[in-house]
């Protein structure tokens, strides 16, 4: 039941990013679970933060799977912090437009969270069963995490997405 739930969350990752206009060259097209996380040898403990995308790139995406009725739901957000909810089938939930604060404090979290040091997969935490799976893609980065496993500076991005459901 959970390879379905992965494989589940994966077909709607790519949906999601068909659906929402991404490829030719965006920085979301190239993000994989392989992505190498390696830091060079002169790379500096608080990297620099990467220049902004334009307000048609994705900033962020979050897939979040699992819970009592084992749901699946992703949210888009695009540089100008305008905003896209997909439901399990990947048809259009919900949209909106965060305001220029919030836009800001999710980029704050994002940059704090450091997706370039974070592990790809963090579940070595206490399970929460009926709990949810959440899977984060920023800047060329993959990370997935669970409920009772998600790291501190990730609590700070899924507090700071618009809400998974409407």
């Known amino acids: 039941m959970r390879g379905l739930r992965v494989v589940g969350a994966a077909l709607v990752s790519v949906v999601v990013l068909c659906a929402c206009g991404a490829g030719g060259g965006s920085e979301e097209a190239s993000a994989s679970p392989t992505a190498s996380a390696t830091?060079?040898?002169?790379?500096?403990?608080?990297?620099?933060?990467?220049?902004?995308?334009s307000p048609a790139e994705s900033l962020v995406r979050m897939t979040r799977t699992g819970g009592?009725?084992?749901?699946?739901?992703?949210?888009?957000?695009?540089g100008d912090g305008s905003w896209t909810r997909l439901d399990g089938d990947a048809k259009p939930a919900g949209s909106g437009k965060l305001t220029p604060e919030e836009l800001e404090r999710l980029r704050s979290a994002l940059a704090a969270a450091d997706f370039a040091h974070l592990p790809r997969v963090s579940k070595s935490?206490?399970?929460v069963y009926d709990g949810f799976e959440y899977?984060?893609?920023?800047?060329?980065?993959?990370?997935?995490?669970?409920?009772?496993?998600?790291?501190?500076?990730?609590q700070d991005v899924l507090s700071a997405l618009p809400p998974s459901e409407g």
């Open 68 to 78: 009592f009725a084992g749901r699946t739901s992703s949210v888009l957000v695009k």
């Open 125 to 127: 935490g206490t399970p």
């Open 135 to 154: 899977t984060i893609v920023h800047g060329g980065f993959e990370v997935v995490t669970a409920d009772g496993s998600v790291p501190p500076a990730l």
């Open 39 to 53: 830091p060079s040898a002169s790379a500096s403990p608080s990297p620099a933060p990467s220049p902004a995308p």
